[in-house]
């Protein structure tokens, strides 16, 4: 079995590595950020994942995953080396490669003799050529090497069993030894009949952005029909219910609301986008998803403004800021705009988030008011407004934030309430689509 260097212990490069050794590998994951990998040696997990704790912990314990900030170490003892450091979006929409291209001619710098070279991040169709040519040029013999695209497609909060029982895997490769190589690291997945889909190195990089972008079409496909049930009295759950049992459909990402956010989908359309224009292809449908992806705030600002013509001294309580439930990432989420529109209106805003509360302090300070549980927050608010569909914030005890809140407003942007509830309450409920 090869041993494997995982470059980049975030979100995908720490579950990863965590899962890979679960299935038996030997994996070294590195870092250059020292605090990181300080951190997780010390058993604390830099990012909030259920259950990966105990993963990384037992694996540890076993031998077969390790964390170091030389990238000697990591690479001298590898046959396989994935990278999975960032691709954020650059100003210009495009996937910012500074930290791919960074890994490949540090990592070359290390190679000493024959190595497959994963790229796991999520990068634009083309970029596993550059990085080869990269790898080429830094490296300091003439040593064979070959590359592979494995893109990720786990999902925040469930990343665990994304990793460990995934829809399908994705190879990108063009050698039959990497092949066989990348075959023997995902073998626990062939025993459970995942289906493994290989493909050519460039034919997997448009995998991960097609895949992507089609989500975000679909759920912003789901937030126009919301509008449209909004003008003609018809009602986005029921529309998105039936359209989801018709199993060309299927359920999932049809819930209407306040739209997509999160380090995924915004910045890989963005990036498609940007690629497809470079190409002189237009993306009409991506293109629209994105642009009805941005106006969602604006069409929560406007139930809010049909509230209260002016949210300048009005004291809002904000519940739940991560993109999602149960991750504590805060990049792109809808949130943030909503922050960002609400401060500029002079609105005061007491915020709530069961897990990424210290995400947003860093970036907001002083300007926003922290609580400690969502009825704090909710305590003499004028109005209030659900933003991320955590558990917890599914069964509020409304006798409670009915007593709590000085006017009986409340902004549903994760449609998890019903209407008829809160109106007989003496609630204004305003959701989506309903
Ligand atoms: N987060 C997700 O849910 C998810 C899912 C699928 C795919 N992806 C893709 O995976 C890639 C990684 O995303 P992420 O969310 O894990 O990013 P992240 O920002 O959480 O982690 C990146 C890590 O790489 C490290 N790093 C940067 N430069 C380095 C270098 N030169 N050497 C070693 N380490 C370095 C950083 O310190 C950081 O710990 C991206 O391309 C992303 O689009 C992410």
Redesign the pocket.
């Known amino acids: 079995m090869p041993d494997i260097c995982m ?7 720490l579950v990863s590595g965590a899962c890979l050794a679960d299935f038996g590998n030997k994996v070294i994951c ?4 020292e605090d ?1 990998i300080a951190q997780i040696k010390d058993g604390v997990m830099p990012i909030y994942e259920p259950g990966l704790k105990e993963l990384v912990s037992r694996n540890r314990d076993s031998g077969r995953l390790s964390f170091t900030t030389d ?1 000697e170490e990591g690479v001298s003892s590898s046959g396989v080396i994935f990278s ?4 954020p979006m650059g100003n210009d929409g495009s996937a910012d490669l500074s ?1 791919v291209f ?2 490949a001619a ?1 990592v070359a710098y290390c190679m000493d003799s024959y190595r497959v070279f994963v790229q ?3 990068v634009p169709v083309g970029t596993s050529e550059k990085v080869g040519a990269i790898i080429r040029e830094n490296l300091k013999e003439d040593i064979e090497f070959e590359r592979v695209s494995n893109p ?5 909060g469930s990343a665990i069993e994304d990793f460990m029982r995934p829809d399908r895997v994705v190879i990108g490769v063009d050698n039959p030894r990497a092949r066989k190589i990348m075959r023997e690291i995902y073998r626990p997945l062939y025993l459970l009949e995942t289906p493994v889909v290989f493909t050519s190195v460039r034919t997997a990089e448009l995998i991960k952005y097609a895949s992507n972008s089609f989500l975000a079409v679909k759920i912003s496909f789901i937030n126009e029909m919301a509008d449209l049930c909004e003008e003609l009295g018809a009602d986005i759950s029921d529309v998105a219910k039936a359209m989801g049992l018709d199993g060309r459909i299927g359920p999932k990402f049809l819930h209407a609301g306040i739209g997509y956010g999160g ?2 989908l915004p910045k890989d359309v963005a990036a498609i986008l940007h690629t497809a224009e470079r190409s002189g292809v237009d993306l009409k449908i991506i293109s629209g998803a994105d642009q009805v992806n941005n106006s969602r705030v604006d069409r929560l600002m406007d139930k809010i403004k049909e509230e209260f013509s002016d949210i300048s001294g009005k004291n809002i309580a904000l519940l739940g800021l991560s993109f999602k439930p149960n991750t504590d990432d805060i990049r792109h989420a809808p949130s943030l705009r909503f922050i960002n529109r609400a401060l500029d209106e002079g609105a005061e805003l007491s915020v709530y988030d069961p897990i990424a509360m210290d995400n947003v302090k860093e970036l907001y300070g002083s300007r926003l008011k922290y609580s400690d549980d969502a009825y704090e927050a909710i305590r003499d608010a004028e109005g209030l407004i659900i933003m991320t569909e955590w558990n917890e914030f599914r069964v509020l005890d409304m006798d409670k934030v009915e007593g709590l809140m000085k006017n009986k407003v409340i902004f549903d942007c994760r449609n998890i309430y019903k209407d008829v509830e809160l109106d007989s309450r003496g609630f204004r409920y305003y959701s989506f689509g309903r």
Do not use: N, P, Q
């Not at 470059?7 to 490069?13: E, L, N």
């Not at 999975?84 to 691709?87: E, H, K, L, S």
């Open positions: 470059v980049g212990t975030g979100y995908v490069g590195v870092d250059i950020d990181r990238l999975a450091v960032g691709t930290a960074r890994v540090d796991k991040s999520t990720e497609f786990l999902r925040e380090s995924c």
